[in-house]
């Protein structure tokens, strides 16, 4: 299954919720829930404290619509980086301590949506990600794994996997850069913008 | 003034934590620090960059999973008394938007409001000595706030509860009635009091008490009420005590039985 168009559809949905639509709320669930709750769920491995979590990303989601920015990345991004730090706040015994004003704090980093990124989102599957990420070196993919669904830094990464500081932020770096190589369009696969009055070569008729 | 070889250096280094950035994966302060940097620099950290965003691929790996359709209707029932905060506190039960006021001044209208029999005590315990430290350390008041309720309940589920007033937790007590740990109240106009409800499916409120000194610091209630056959649980502000809410709720939270 791809997510072709979402991102369109998410930012009218946006729009929507922030006018007090609760039925734009709705369709967002209906949209992303499942998701939301697998993220959830591989983070806090418990399905009641997983629902509780994607409960609250939702309502936060509703209430902070206002810091939403198109420009700094999609809504669905928003909202699983929502879901994902409440998890890991989960895991960790604490209140949710990364609200949703730290996580648009964190999202400010996005100064612009990365086209590698989006297109991913918006053409593979989960079972073609899982064939990428394969090929990541064992290393790489366990301290993504270890970020990215354990909420561990690059410091406890390193301890945990008995290597430098440095070396744990370099699997990180490398990893990610080569799943952003394995996924970026061929330049000549991309759509292409066509200015009006000119044809696909940029020529005037 | 930073110096060229400093600067580079330091440019160096945000490089490095690219994916660490991009995955979250850093210490609360040295995001900051990399924020700042990024968005002050000028030199371009395309490398940097171009790895912002990967977090949301990642989610993509998983398989979607089903949710209880009860909480679909859980999220739609908090949303329908949840404001948006499109504005400051302020007066919050008067100054909230029409679309959720809507909902709880419905709740009056349909007239289905419990008795007041044996009406809510609230008690009011300000711990002093926490106060001092924890007015201006949210985090710390945070942990201090789980910490305490996960004592107070012996391994009970501790229901969040969050709004423009403050956040805390409602929690079943092991006798009767259960128990609203609450941190970093905002003060009230004068007179004003903080009012607590509990709301069944159907969303009938019933009082349960009220806290009529904010406290900054952590502030525990007693209510005389368990939580079993409730699904919401929420705080409203009224001039005085009242058997049903005049505004829109400042705090909510949904109970799982």
Sequence with gaps: MTNSGAPIDDTLLAERIRAGDREALGELYDRYASLALALALRVVTDRFTAEDVVHDAFVAIWQQIDRFDRSRGSLRGWLLT???????????????TIEVGTADEQALLRTSPNPTWELAIARISASELRVVLATLPAEQREAIELAYFGGRTYREIARLTGVPVGT??????????KLRDALRVPVEAQPVAVPVGRDAEGREP | MTSPRQEALECAQVDELAGAAALGALDPDEARAITQHVATCDQPHA?????????????????????????????????????????ALGSPARDSSPSVGRSWLDWSSVGLWRGLAGAAAAVVIALGGW?????????????????????????????????????????????????????????????????????DAAGTPLAVGTIEVADPGLVVVALEQDLSGFALFAVTVEAERVDAPTGDPVMVGAIRN
């Design chain 1, 82 to 96: 929502v879901v994902r730090n409440r998890a890991i706040d989960r895991v960790r015994g604490t209140r949710p």
């Design chain 1, 168 to 177: 744990a932020s370099g699997r990180l770096r490398l990893g990610l850069a």
């Design chain 2, 47 to 87: 490398a940097f960059r171009e790895l912002l965003g990967s977090d949301a691929v990642l989610a993509l790996e998983l398989d979607p999973m089903t949710p209880d359709p009860a909480l679909r209707e859980r999220v739609m029932a908090s949303v329908a008394v949840t404001p948006q905060n499109h504005a």
């Design chain 2, 131 to 199: 106060n001092i430290g924890l007015r201006q350390q949210l985090a710390i008041q945070d942990a201090a706030l789980s910490a305490i309720a996960d004592v107070v309940i012996g391994g009970q589920p501790a229901h969040s509860v969050t709004g423009l007033a403050g956040s805390g937790y409602v929690i079943d007590s092991d006798g009767p009635g259960s128990t609203f740990l609450v941190a970093g109240l905002q003060e009230l106009p004068s007179g004003d009091i903080y009012e607590l409800w509990l709301l």
